[in-house]
């Protein structure tokens, strides 16, 4: 088994490739021009102690200071890549722990969004009862005058009791904030429904059942865990 360690061409990272596989290790543009492609091979003896390769004569390759071609290394040794000496971290081979980040907590941000929603749209609805109530009692007086005009009486009592529900009804409506609400729910929901990680709103998840089929965040590839 023979691990390639050398330049990432396009992110200027550490290069790494172990098994086939080929992974990138430290920061974007971390690693200086001088270090080519395929730099050195790392091999390892058994106990603890790795052959270290030069794979190219173009390229330099210092052990504790010592340029090499090919060295008997063990992990205190201090590999060193290209003229400006860039100093080869041996936990790049350690294999990258698979990061998971739990997802429950957007649960409760659904159900949350979910049970508001509800209750406005609750509200909303009683307010519309509300503003039909009124219409039944005048209808009500209404009838009563036209049939029974000796209890014209009655008639003009429902006809206030209308009056009275409407200016209700108006009251209720004016205290009605139900569209806003309805805005700033879906505001808040907006804000809470992101990747725990990376922040990238989730609205390709339309439920928390969707969301919950998923393993990781389609943005940052960090696992779900659920
Ligand atoms: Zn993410």
Same mark, same amino acid.
């Given at each position: 088994m023979e691990i390639i360690i050398g330049r990432n061409q396009q992110t200027r990272q550490l290069n790494v490739v172990k098994d086939g596989a080929e992974r990138v290790y430290g920061?974007? *543009? $971390?690693?200086?021009?001088?270090? $080519?492609?395929?730099?050195i091979s790392l091999q390892p003896t058994g106990a603890g102690k790795w052959i270290v390769k *030069?794979? *190219? /004569?173009l390229n330099v390759t210092f052990v504790n200071g010592i340029a090499i071609e090919s060295k008997s290394v063990s992990e205190s040794d201090k590999i060193e890549l290209g003229n400006s000496h860039y100093l080869f971290n041996w936990d790049a081979l350690q294999e990258p722990k698979v990061e998971t980040i739990d997802i429950r907590p957007l649960k409760a941000v659904w159900d949350n969004y979910q049970q508001n929603e509800i209750n406005i749209r609750d509200r909303q609805k009683s307010n519309g009862l509300w503003a039909s109530v009124p219409l039944g009692f005048s209808m009500l007086g209404g009838l009563i005058a036209g049939?029974?005009? /000796?209890?014209r009486g009655i008639a003009l009592l429902f006809t206030g009791i209308a009056f009275v529900l409407f200016l209700y009804g108006l009251y209720r409506r004016s205290q009605d904030n139900s569209t806003l609400e309805l805005k700033a729910n879906q505001e808040e929901f907006d804000m809470k429904w992101v990747c725990p990680k990376c922040k990238h709103p989730l609205t390709c998840f339309r439920s928390i059942t969707i969301l919950s089929q998923s393993d990781a965040c389609p943005f940052c590839k960090t696992k779900y865990k659920k």
């Open positions: 920061q974007p *543009n $971390s690693v200086p021009t001088d270090v $080519s492609r395929h730099h *030069n794979l *190219n /004569e049939v029974a005009p /000796e209890i």
